[in-house]
């Protein structure tokens, strides 16, 4: 299994269905806009066309739109500190990974939840370096011990930078801490202005308070993002019949004008400036209000956010796998397996929340996210699909086998089709009754519980020289301790 299969072949809406969307969300960007827009934003699209109303409504002509999709970056690179990691986001090629801002973390020893710490992210992500099917990663939680957002953003995208060398990815609060974690980052390549060549922190933004309308700070940040050389994700986190409207088609509308409006806004910032678009309609319990992310509504709007950003041909970038579950239980499993699944078949290039969250993503645990990479491995596995040639067709083999020993067993072909057709869980169990009962009917959180254990009291990441972070700390208000980094810590004697 590889990261970067193509899907595609599930789609929830006809080409029709589509069109009508595409042309309801430009009509509204030309004729309702986007509310609160900042001075450069304002600037940028007055200058080329666009229109600010008296209400101070910012309006984007249908053809300064297109123009911007026409222009924006289709093939990106998301990037790794080391290359061997680069992933290539283009056409319906799909990627797993990690994503939310819980406040939670849950511990399924004690069954409890405990407000989420620093530590807790940095062992996430060392968790992540070691799961063969996550591809990138975002922080999942918030470290709720630091002090202040400046203290928050250079902790967060410190420990994440730190832990691994795979891509990853965090958010901001204010701009200034972009330009700050850009330093901490070339610091960590060894050479000043490496970022510009290997950005290897994307950033979440979510520059829009729906309905079509901006968030100032996180647009600042925008600004910042493009001009740093970082890739954004352009999200809009619309919460159906609360935040957005409540049919499911409106959603996508609304959705897709927010993320376009800030696709626009990057292209004539910095023309094919690398950027995702970050559709992430949201679905409530219309019973109660309260978010439901593991519903079916989710798994379609997810799946129809994919297709519809296909259809453009721009990078995608969905959420799937925020289970309303609170732990690692069968409703965890089924309202993950189906909202990833259905997302990854759309072929959304970049799935994130998919291991780890539980809560309607206010929590996250490290074992889901053990257990969970096994469930994106069979996913993938269904987004690949079966390879139909003469080798795998059979017939040679069939014939060989009716004529000879009448199974399959010990055929060369079933030999060397082990490992090339076939994916083995890590940590899911295939034992007979007999055997599960004679082994102490092992169960899966504990058996997650243990790779959780040997991992992080084994890997500590080596890829930053320590007298870097030292340097580091000497400059910026980093609370991660250096036992934690250089493997003396004594939390897992």
């Known amino acids: 299994m590889r990261p970067g299969l193509v899907?595609?072949?599930?789609?929830?809406?006809?080409?029709?269905?589509?069109?009508?969307?595409?042309?309801?969300?430009?009509?509204?960007?030309?004729?309702?806009?986007?509310?609160?827009?900042?001075?450069?934003?304002?600037?940028?699209?007055?200058?080329?066309?666009?229109?600010?109303?008296?209400?101070?409504?910012?309006?984007?002509?249908?053809g300064m739109v297109r123009r911007a999709i026409d222009t924006a970056a289709k093939r990106?690179?998301?990037?790794?500190?080391?290359?061997?990691?680069?992933?290539?986001?283009?056409?319906?090629?799909?990627?797993?990974?990690?994503?939310?801002?819980?406040?939670?973390?849950?511990?399924?020893?004690?069954?409890?939840?405990a407000l989420s710490q620093l530590l807790d992210l940095y062992d996430l992500a060392r968790l992540y370096h070691h799961m063969d099917h996550l591809n990138f990663f975002l922080?999942?939680?918030?470290?709720?011990?630091?002090?202040?957002?400046?203290?928050?953003?250079?902790?967060?995208?410190?420990?994440?930078m730190s832990a691994t060398?795979?891509?990853?990815?965090?958010?901001?609060?204010?701009?200034a801490h972009v330009y700050e974690v850009v330093e901490i980052a070339e610091a960590m390549l060894g050479d000043t202005g490496s970022f510009q060549h290997r950005p290897f922190l994307h950033a979440a933004n979510t520059f829009v308070v729906p309905p079509l309308r901006y968030a100032e700070e996180s647009c600042e940040c925008l600004v910042a993002?493009?001009?740093?050389?970082?890739?954004?994700?352009?999200?809009?986190?619309?919460?159906?019949?609360?935040?957005?409207?409540?049919?499911?088609?409106?959603?996508?509308?609304?959705?897709?004008?927010?993320?376009?409006?800030?696709?626009?806004?990057?292209?004539?910032?910095?023309?094919?400036?690398?950027?995702?678009?970050?559709?992430?309609?949201?679905?409530?319990?219309?019973?109660?209000?309260?978010?439901?992310?593991?519903?079916?509504?989710?798994?379609?709007?997810t799946a129809?956010?994919?297709?519809?950003?296909?259809?453009?041909?721009?990078?995608?970038?969905?959420?799937?796998?925020?289970?309303?579950?609170?732990?690692?239980?069968?409703?965890?499993?089924?309202?993950?397996?189906?909202?990833?699944?259905l997302t990854a078949a759309a072929g959304a290039n970049m799935i994130y929340e998919s291991a780890s969250m539980l809560a309607s993503i206010l929590s996250s645990c490290k074992e889901a996210l053990v257990i969970d990479n096994d469930m994106l491995g069979m996913i993938n596995r269904t987004v690949r699909g079966i390879e139909v040639t003469d080798e795998t067709l059979s017939a040679e083999t069939i014939r060989m086998v009716v004529e000879g020993e009448g199974h399959f067993l010990g055929s060369q072909q079933t030999l060397a089709m082990m490992q090339s057709e076939y994916l083995y869980p890590a940590v899911a169990n295939r034992l007979s009754i007999k055997e599960w009962t004679a082994a102490g009917q092992p169960e899966l959180l504990q058996d997650?519980?243990?790779?959780?254990?040997?991992?992080?009291?084994?890997?500590?990441?080596?890829?930053?020289?320590?007298?870097?972070?030292?340097?580091?700390?000497?400059?910026?208000?980093?609370?991660?301790?250096?036992?934690?980094?250089?493997?003396?810590?004594?939390?897992?004697?």
């Not at 969307?21 to 509310?35: F, R, S």
């Not at 129809?304 to 959420?319: E, T, V």
């Not at 020289?465 to 004697?493: C, F, Q, Y």
């Open 139 to 160: 922080r999942p939680i918030v470290a709720r011990d630091m002090e202040g957002p400046r203290e928050l953003d250079i902790n967060t995208a410190y420990a994440v």
């Open 76 to 113: 990106i690179v998301v990037y790794g500190f080391d290359p061997a990691h680069d992933l290539e986001i283009s056409s319906e090629r799909v990627h797993f990974g990690t994503g939310g801002a819980a406040v939670h973390m849950y511990d399924p020893v004690a069954n409890e939840f």
């Open 304 to 341: 129809a956010s994919a297709q519809i950003i296909n259809w453009l041909g721009l990078p995608s970038a969905q959420p799937a796998g925020m289970t309303d579950a609170k732990q690692p239980d069968n409703q965890a499993g089924y309202e993950k397996g189906v909202t990833v699944a």
């Open 225 to 301: 993002q493009v001009h740093a050389g970082m890739m954004p994700m352009l999200v809009s986190a619309g919460q159906a019949g609360a935040t957005s409207p409540a049919a499911l088609a409106g959603s996508l509308v609304q959705a897709l004008a927010e993320c376009l409006s800030g696709l626009t806004i990057v292209n004539l910032l910095k023309p094919g400036h690398p950027a995702t678009m970050g559709m992430w309609p949201f679905v409530s319990d219309l019973r109660t209000g309260a978010m439901s992310g593991g519903s079916g509504e989710e798994a379609l709007l």
């Open 7 to 62: 899907g595609g072949k599930y789609q929830p809406l006809s080409g029709h269905d589509v069109d009508r969307i595409y042309g309801t969300a430009l009509d509204l960007l030309e004729t309702v806009g986007m509310g609160s827009p900042i001075p450069t934003f304002i600037k940028l699209v007055t200058e080329a066309g666009g229109r600010l109303t008296e209400g101070g409504r910012l309006l984007f002509p249908r």
């Open 448 to 493: 997650a519980q243990a790779r959780v254990r040997d991992i992080l009291s084994s890997y500590y990441p080596s890829h930053v020289p320590m007298s870097v972070h030292e340097d580091i700390r000497r400059k910026h208000p980093v609370r991660l301790a250096m036992a934690e980094l250089n493997g003396t810590t004594k939390r897992w004697d």
């Open 165 to 175: 060398t795979k891509p990853v990815a965090s958010s901001f609060f204010d701009p």
